[in-house]
Structures are given as structure tokens and as C-alpha cells.
């Protein structure tokens, strides 16, 4: 019997898990922090690009812990993973020790927490809200602004606390834009008479459809595009919220009121991710695992038998993430034979 200790019940953990408990003599000890899996995935509405509803992958992938062999061990945090005699043990947050013969860490990201940039509002104004509350606003079909009434005009900010030297981060997040885009759309779709702007430096769409839906958005949806960063919010008297920014296209200052201002906060690694990344040596710069070879050996870390996969790596989609997980998956089997 072989035993894989997988940290981490999310997408990426219960794809490589299910994968492995096809195989024979096999036991996978699924280790979640949270009492519940999938915590990230079930707070979204629609995914991109096809706007499918999140809630059918759910189920979808809480099916395939439907396994004999896979133990689901909610509410146990790993907090050390340590190579044993050739095998590797874990020790959860209540002391209690497992041992495993491969381990693959799963353990995500979190949101960059949008009070960090006091300057556009967060926290202080109510009409500022981050990309996270409006995924659940249209999740839950109810979209009002500070005051309670239906907005007219909601804008956009991309690139809060990604690809930005006072955060820190110098990375880009990659899923927030095609997200703006898709929140804009949703918008549209649920409020035809709002408007929709979008601040952006660049627009990464770089994802199969993601250019097609971008388009889609201002030949179909008319959301409209600025190029240029936000400086600054504050609040008006009637709990609009007033915006200041440079159209870096044609070189002038703007100044806008809104509705709703949406903050794209981008992703950093899980506290999870950093706390075990340092202490297995295979940190990067900000936190994220670090791998043997992103070309061919992008699971691998330099411990034989600690495997890495999703967005404990850097920023992903879910797709990639899935993706992720069953060449992991894959590499883990290799391993063990
Ligand atoms: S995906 Fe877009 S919004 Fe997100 S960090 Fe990259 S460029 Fe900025």
C-alpha cells in the first residue's frame, strides 16, 4: 500500500487526488485547514470563458471524493512536512503525526487584501468594494450601491496589488483581467442600463476565447476601456465615489464619479503555501513553490517525492490549475513505482 499526503482540498488537490485513488493499493490522506473544501471556487458566480455556473464544478468535483481509499481530513492544518527515512511525515496544527510516501502541496493563494492600498478607499468608503464582493453581489443577483439603489455607473481597477512596487508584488496575476471583463459583461447582462468602465495598464487576455470575450464586451456589451491608473478615491456627499485618474492615451487627467468602484485584487501565496514553501526550502521570492524545471519538471521539487501543483506555484486560472494537478498527478505515479 502506498500513501500520498495531499495538503490541500481545492480544486488542484481533489483533481490529483482522484486521479491517484484510481490506482490500486493506494490510500490518499486529503488534508483540508477549512472545515469545508472548494471554499474559493463556491464564492464564485461564473467562470471564464464560458460563462458556466461555478456551482456545477463544485459538484462535479466533490463527486470524485467519493472514494474509498481517499481520506478527507477536514479542519487539519499541516504545519510541518519533514522527509523520514526515505518517506515523508506530516504533523497537523493539533500534534498529531501521519506518515506518507510522496506529498504534494496544494495549498493555494489568497486575495491581496485591498485595505494595503489605503489610498483607494477600502474599508472606508462602502462604495468601494473588491472583484471578490462583486463576484458574490452577482452570485447572489443583488447589485446596489452604498445607498441601497440600483448603480449607473460601476468602474474598474485592475492591477490592485499585483505588478506594483509599493506592494511588492512585481508579478501579474493573470486572472484579473479576463475577470474584469467577465464581471462587466455579468453586469451588463443583469443591468442593461449601467455603465461599465475598465482602468487598465495593459489587458493580458491570454487565455483560449479570453480575446473574443474582450471584444465581445464593447462590440456586444459596451463596456467601455481607459487606459490609465487610479490615483486616488474618495467619497462624495450622496456616497458616490469620485476617482482620479490620467487617460494615459491621450494624455490628460480624468476625473469620474461612480457608483461602485470594483478593485481587482490580484493573488498572493496562502499563508499555507509561504509557511510550508520556507520550511521545505522551496520558496521564491514572494512565497509561491518553486519547481526543479518549469519546462519538464514543473511538479518537482528539489525533495524527491514533494511535489508541487496550482497556484501554490504562481498565479493561475482554474482550468490551469486542474490542468496542474493531473500532470502531478501523473509525475507522483512515476515516482512511486
Ligand atoms: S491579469 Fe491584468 S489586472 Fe491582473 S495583474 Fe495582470 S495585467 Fe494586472
Known amino acids: ?9 481545492g480544486p488542484a488537490g481533489i483533481e490529483a487526488a482522484s486521479i491517484l485513488a484510481a490506482k490500486e493499493e493506494t490510500e490518499i490522506l486529503l488534508f483540508e485547514k477549512s472545515a469545508s473544501t472548494l471554499d474559493n471556487l463556491r464564492d464564485k458566480a461564473f467562470l471564464f470563458p464560458d460563462f458556466s455556473a461555478a456551482d456545477d464544478l463544485v459538484e462535479i468535483l466533490e463527486a470524485k471524493l467519493n472514494r474509498d481509499n481517499i481520506k478527507l481530513l477536514s479542519g487539519k492544518e499541516v504545519k510541518s512536512v519533514t522527509e523520514q527515512d526515505g518517506g515523508w511525515q506530516l504533523q497537523d496544527a ?53 445607498v441601497g439603489d440600483t448603480p449607473k455607473k460601476i468602474v ?13 508584488n512585481h508579478y501579474c496575476s493573470k486572472v484579473c483581467c479576463v475577470t474584469a471583463v467577465k464581471q462587466a459583461i455579468e453586469l451588463r447582462k443583469l443591468l442593461p442600463e449601467v455603465e461599465t468602465y475598465i482602468f487598465y495598464m495593459d489587458l493580458r487576455m491570454w487565455g483560449g476565447g479570453f480575446e473574443e470575450m474582450y471584444r465581445e464586451s464593447q462590440e456586444k456589451y459596451g463596456v467601455r476601456y481607459v487606459r490609465g491608473r487610479i490615483s486616488e478615491a474618495a467619497s462624495t456627499y450622496d456616497g458616490k465615489i469620485q476617482i482620479k485618474s490620467e487617460d494615459t492615451l491621450v494624455g490628460l487627467p480624468l476625473k469620474m464619479s461612480a457608483d461602485l468602484l470594483v478593485l481587482m485584487v490580484g493573488m498572493e501565496p496562502s499563508c499555507g503555501t509561504k509557511e510550508l514553501t520556507k520550511q521545505c526550502g522551496c520558496s521564491d521570492a514572494y512565497g509561491f513553490a518553486t519547481t526543479t524545471n518549469p519546462h519538464v519538471r514543473d511538479n518537482e521539487t528539489s525533495q524527491p517525492g514533494l511535489f508541487v501543483a496550482g497556484s501554490c506555484k504562481r498565479p493561475m486560472s482554474i482550468n490551469d490549475t ?11 505515479a512515476e515516482f512511486l513505482k
Open 1 to 9: 500500500m502506498k500513501t500520498i499526503a495531499i495538503i490541500g482540498a
Open 94 to 146: 493539533e500534534g498529531t503525526s501521519y506518515t506518507a510516501d510522496a506529498v504534494l502541496m496544494t495549498t493555494g493563494y489568497k486575495v491581496f487584501d485591498a485595505h494595503r492600498k489605503e489610498e483607494l478607499g477600502y474599508g472606508i468608503y462602502p462604495g468601494v468594494i473588491t472583484s471578490i464582493d462583486m463576484e458574490k453581489k452577482i452570485k447572489e443577483g443583488k447589485i446596489l450601491n452604498a
Open 156 to 168: 474598474f481597477l485592475q492591477c490592485v496589488g499585483s505588478r506594483d512596487e509599493k506592494s511588492g
Open 322 to 332: 486542474l490542468n496542474d494537478a493531473r500532470s502531478a498527478a501523473v509525475k507522483i
